[in-house]
DNA sequence: CCTAAGTTGAACAGTAGTGTTCGAGTTATT
DNA sequence: AATAACTCGAACACTACTGTTCAACTTAGG
């Protein structure tokens, strides 16, 4: 042995790297609009053939696994630029609009993932991006700014559940991209407001 | 021509009608739990041969296509059951507890159908159930009741969104199915309330 | 009891995907 | 210019589905 082959390939020809970079790229994009979308398909897309796509990515699973972990490195860099600091009604409209339509993309992919890893690998990677929502949301819970009738992971799906909304509205037309973020952000705050806070009619 | 042979089949045997009955019940089943479920799994499910469902129903499309009429008619028929009037905010619990289950049965069947059928086909046939639910949030929004600084159309799919939320957490145990109604209600009630009604801390 | 209606598995053809192999051609790198 | 790395299409084996045909069998219903 001259040298440890580990997982990131060392010697690779330039056009390989392309290559595998175009893949990438035309994966994301195809199971972004099908998740069923075929490995010919996706060779298609990126211009090279079928057989080249197996020389690098010897399954399908492999494929879409390196596809996602990229999507969620992406998502993470993203977040962490968010400032979740300070009044947590302020930092869900920076979050929601720093990061919505990443969310939205990436649900996409998600089912992609899901039937072709097992779940347990699918769900154990999105375990790093729920964990700064369920923070600034737990946090909000107690600072008494989000209700505690709730329970906050509740809430958590709640918004991620109203972002994927928004992400089929817009989708269909029947909503503005510039307004989604808003339509999510006030939606949101209203459905997490403790009921104290309401006044009866 | 004896008799006019319109779509209710008149002679059928009953062991056929039975039958019948059970690829329906079955292939209900099947589908939400797997919208790619075989044709082959769902007879067998059924307890007939896979030549048999072929026989009534000579393709994936017309098998579906009954299903999704069948629970669509059922779906219909208890919603009229359901009193609508009065408090737009005591209506839509109502409308909640009477229904949320079953819309969130019907959400799995709708991606079977979707890829089975011709999508006009499919929101069409949506299009009656829609209209119930539109109706209650327009007239909530006009009595000043539910907020109008978002379209009615967004409220109706927030609502959507949030029963199919709670319908995976109840699915994955996060969240109790006797509480599941509840907190839909609760929160899209929250979530509809206008902006003014707020007390500011 | 008779028969038409219904059921059945086996076998078939057709489609569409995955993943592999091969041999010939191309290109990056030294 | 030499060579190892890479690409490519064609063809292959395999799996899993849809839908069809057939001939034997069972059963409902008059």
Redesign the pocket.
């Known amino acids: 042995m001259t040298t440890h082959e580990t997982s990131p390939r060392l010697?690779?020809?330039?056009?390989?790297e392309r290559?595998i970079e175009a893949v990438l790229d035309a994966a994301r994009i195809s199971l972004s609009r099908d998740p069923d979308a075929?490995?010919?398909e996706i060779a298609k897309a990126a211009g090279?053939?079928?057989?080249?796509l197996?020389?690098?990515f010897?399954?399908?699973?492999d494929l879409v696994s390196e596809v996602m972990r990229r999507a969620l490195a992406q998502a993470e860099q993203a977040l962490e630029q968010i400032d979740l600091a300070g009044d947590p009604r302020e930092a869900l409209r920076r979050l929601v609009a720093g990061s919505w339509s990443l969310t939205a993309d990436a649900g996409a992919l998600l089912t992609a993932a899901e039937q072709a890893l097992p779940a347990e690998d699918v769900h154990a990677a999105h375990d790093g991006l729920f964990a700064h929502v369920t923070t600034l949301i737990t946090r909000g819970c107690s600072e008494g700014v989000f209700r505690t009738d709730l329970p906050p992971s509740w809430l958590v799906s709640v918004l991620h559940s109203i972002v994927h909304c928004a992400a089929s509205e817009v989708a269909a037309g029947r909503v503005r991209k510039e307004d989604a973020a808003n339509y999510i952000a006030t939606t949101a705050l209203s459905a997490f407001t403790p009921p104290a806070a309401i006044s009866r009619a």
Chains 1, 2 share one sequence.
């Open positions: 010697k690779r020809r330039a056009d390989a290559n075929s490995i010919g090279i053939g079928r057989v080249t197996y020389g690098h010897p399954t399908r699973a």
